[in-house]
């Protein structure tokens, strides 16, 4: 029954929810967040109070859990990939998680024919803020509690406690005090 539940959830949520107005659209915003709110909920394998899905996030059939008042930012995109959200975490719009990948090492053989790498995970802890754009790919498997990532930035690997990250590659400019 849960998943029945969970993939009639999905259905609702791609062929409509997706598409319905941000919270701070005028009367029927949060009326929208609300409702996908409800529908991640029931999709996501665990979710906080008050989370915050604006529109057109896409995760696919990977595994996700969210914390306490957190949000995925306009467009956040996650593909092969678990993900796992502390509490107070922001995300601009467009943000990436692009974990997994395709094999390429042999070159006697077709990139195409060489098949994918596995999964990987991601922990985001808490009082995490990721700006608009941001890329984050497979060799990071943790972004520090507190951390701040740059806009436009493509974090390779992990990001300790409190650091703020900014660039292509990421790397640190400071730490926050």
């Known amino acids: 029954m849960k998943r029945i539940s969970k993939l009639l959830a999905l259905i609702i949520y791609y062929a409509f929810a997706q598409y319905l107005p941000n919270r701070e659209f005028p009367l029927i915003g949060e009326l929208c967040r609300k409702f ?34 957190s949000g995925l930012g306009e467009g956040f995109h ?14 601009g719009p467009d943000v990436m998680v692009l974990g997994g990948g395709h094999a390429f090492k042999n070159r006697n ?4 024919r060489q098949g994918n790498l596995p999964k990987t995970s991601l922990v985001i802890e808490d009082d995490v803020w990721i700006g608009a ?10 972004i520090g509690k507190g951390a701040v990532v740059g806009a436009c930035s493509v974090v390779t690997k ?14 640190i400019i400071g730490y926050r005090e």
Not at 78 to 91: A, H, K, P, R
Not at 158 to 171: C, K, M
């Open 36 to 69: 996908r709110q409800i529908l991640c909920k029931i999709i996501f394998v665990s979710t906080g109070d008050w989370i915050n899905i604006q529109r057109r996030v896409y995760f696919g059939r990977n595994i996700v859990k969210i914390g306490h008042e």
């Open 78 to 91: 996650i593909q092969n990939s678990e993900l796992e959200i502390g509490d107070y975490v922001m995300t």
């Open 109 to 112: 053989q077709l990139i195409g």
């Open 133 to 142: 754009r941001v890329t984050i790919l497979g060799n990071c498997h943790i």
């Open 158 to 171: 992990d990001i300790p406690e409190y650091a703020i990250v900014a660039g292509n590659p990421a790397r």
